[in-house]
Structures are given as C-alpha cells and as structure tokens.
C-alpha cells in the first residue's frame, strides 16, 4: 500500500495560499488558462485581487475557485486543502465535530465543507464494475435525533452494494463455470446506494447503474434477481441455513466495514444525506492501495464540480430571495419607556396623503 504524504510533508508541500493557488490552478487548467466566457487564452493575472485572472480579449475576470465546489467560499484555500487532506488519508475519515476542533471553524461552516468534499468524491465519468461482483443488500441503522441509542430514535436503512471479485493469482476477476467456489480471491471496487425496498425495480435499478452488462453476478439466491438475467451473467447461491458471510464474503465484509465505521466516525447516520457519506466510503475503499492520489483526486474532482450552496445541500429554500413578507401586525420596537408600536410608517403615509 503506498503511503500518503504525513502531516509534515504535506505542510512543506502546500505551506502557503500561493502555493496551494498553483496547484489548484493546474489542476483546473492543464493546458493553460481557458476563458470560461469566450475560451480564449490571453490572460493577465490581477494584482488587485488574489488569484484572479482576467482575459485580454473580453475582460472577464475569473477567480480560481469560481465555479468549482469552493465558489465564493470565505475560508482560505489552505483550509481547504488541510480539509481535503485529512477527509482523504485518514482511514476512518473526518467528521464535522472534528474539523470544528481541528480546524478551528464553527460547527455549521465544517459541516458544509464536509457535504461539499463529500460530493467532489463522485467521479461522473467513472467506469462500472465489471468481471464477477457480489451483489447483495443490508439494513444499517439511522439515527433520527441526537440521542442514536434511546429506543424510539433508531431506524433502518436498506441499503444495495455491489463488489468486485479479483482472483489473487491473476489479480484480475475470471468468471468460472456456475455454481464453482471462488477460492484464493479478493475485493476489488465496490458501489454502495440506498434503495426503497427489496423490490426488483429498486435491485434492477442499482444494478444497472452500477455494474457492466455482460458481467458475472453473484447473488443470495433472493427473487428479485432473476429478471437481470438477460442482460447478465447471473450465477445465485442458495444461503439456506448458511451463514450469508461464508457464500458471499467480500460484499458482507464491506457492509460490516461500513456498518462499523458510521457508528464509530458519525455514531449513526442519517436518512437525509445517506448516499454523500456512502460516497465517501465508497471513495477511501476504492483508493485504499494508493492513498498517496487520493488526495489530488478530491482536489480534481473539486475544480470541475458545479458550484452548491449551502440552502442546496440542506434542501430548503433560501430565505434571500423569496418574496417580501407581508406583515399583517405592524412592527414593535424597544424604546427607553417600553415596546411602543413602530408609527413611522403610518406617519409617512399620513404625511403622503396630506400632501
């Protein structure tokens, strides 16, 4: 497994805003500054502003963290890169309350720059699985208030997973003759979602997403599976009075893994943003054998990721730029004798109409 870069050398690498600007700029534009209003590449770097870039043949003035997941983010780029770092190398990942502390951030500004690098782990043009994967669903418990273990305050999630079987010997996945036991074997990439229910549209639905036509699938046998079979290579095993773990042992053994890093990490997840954080442990299970990129893949993938607020990711309206309130009681305000009705208002009117 290649190492990451520690704490100190990561701290020689990026140990200021300059230099985490010149990173950040290549990673965005390999070949050189690209317009995003007209393509040119005629640029002249702004002294008035940091890391600002405008084009000489149509003015624009382009940021280097506009348009990317950081857009018209108030934190440094250091911050930034320190977070990323951390939520990438670290095995069982980084929580908002940890990067309060570590970080020295409040709790609501840590927990945006968690969902936002959460969602710069998902690369759009990632290849599906493929070869022989394990194919199987779990229930993981959700907390649904602060208190995860009170009974009441628990429920479950079902959630689909998906596993790539890699023959050791070849350190590629080979489809075998159906029913033969896979032996010498180990995970390769895997794909985690939640789904609604052990319906056969929501198993299809995952499946298709998430693994090859054409590829080797092996399943619990459950009956929700045999309409995949046209489109796939589909080999059950019947558990019976078996143990799932010993018939399917690398996709059990990440539901585990899962399972154990939500409660010690989050000490229970939640229904709403479900599918960020299998994002992120889908990510670091992915990369676990050269950690030393993973890195510079969430800064990649950050530079090209379309701009979210924070009024997105909570799924609520922004107050900002809904309609005027109305107000059907007219305004109080405190005075030296008391609350006192507010009659500047009503005064204005008066002295308009006397007019």
Avoid at 117 to 136: K, W, Y
Avoid at 285 to 309: C, D, I, K
Avoid at 330 to 355: C, F, I, L, Y
Wanted: charged share 25%; net charge positive; glycine share 8%.
């Amino acid at each position: 497994m290649a190492r990451a870069r520690t704490l100190t050398q990561f701290q020689e690498a990026f140990p200021d805003e300059a230099r985490c600007a010149a990173f950040l700029f290549e990673r965005r534009w390999p070949d050189g500054f690209v317009c995003p209003a007209c393509g040119a590449g005629r640029v002249a770097a702004l002294k008035s502003r940091a890391h600002t870039y405008e084009c000489l043949d149509c003015g624009r003035q382009t940021s280097i963290t506009a348009g990317t997941a950081m857009h018209r983010s108030k934190l440094s780029l250091t911050t930034w890169f320190w977070a990323a770092h951390l939520m990438s190398t670290h095995s069982n990942g980084m929580s908002a309350r940890q990067f309060e502390d570590q970080l020295g951030l409040t709790y609501k500004t840590a927990w945006l720059l968690t969902q936002k690098l959460r969602r710069s782990m998902v690369d759009p043009d990632r290849e599906p699985l493929e070869g022989v994967v394990e194919v199987d669903q779990a229930e993981i418990p959700f907390r649904v208030a602060d208190t995860f273990f009170e009974p009441g305050n628990a429920g479950k999630i079902l959630i689909a997973g998906a596993v790539e079987v890699i023959d050791r010997g070849a350190n590629h996945a080979k489809p075998r003759r159906k029913h033969a036991k896979y032996l010498d074997t180990r995970s390769g990439r895997i794909r985690l979602a939640m789904i609604a229910d052990n319906s056969a549209a929501s198993i299809e639905a995952f499946v298709k997403a998430n693994v090859k036509p054409g590829t080797t699938l092996l399943t619990d046998g459950h009956a929700s599976y045999p309409g995949l079979s046209d489109d796939y290579r589909h080999d059950p095993r019947t558990v019976g009075k078996m143990a799932g773990h010993i018939v399917l042992p690398w996709i059990h053994r990440v539901f585990a893994l899962m399972k154990r890093w939500g409660l010690g990490t989050y000490h229970g997840l939640r229904r709403k943003h479900i599918d960020t954080y299998l994002d992120e442990f889908v990510f670091r299970y992915n990369r676990r054998f050269y950690r030393h990129v993973s890195f510079e893949t969430v800064l990649g993938l950050a530079a090209h990721r379309q701009p979210v607020s924070y009024w997105d990711i909570a799924g609520r309206a922004n107050p900002r730029k809904g309609d005027a309130t109305i107000r059907q009681a007219p305004r109080r305000r405190r005075t030296a004798t008391g609350m006192r009705q507010d009659g500047s208002r009503n005064a204005q009117t008066e002295g308009q109409n006397h007019v």
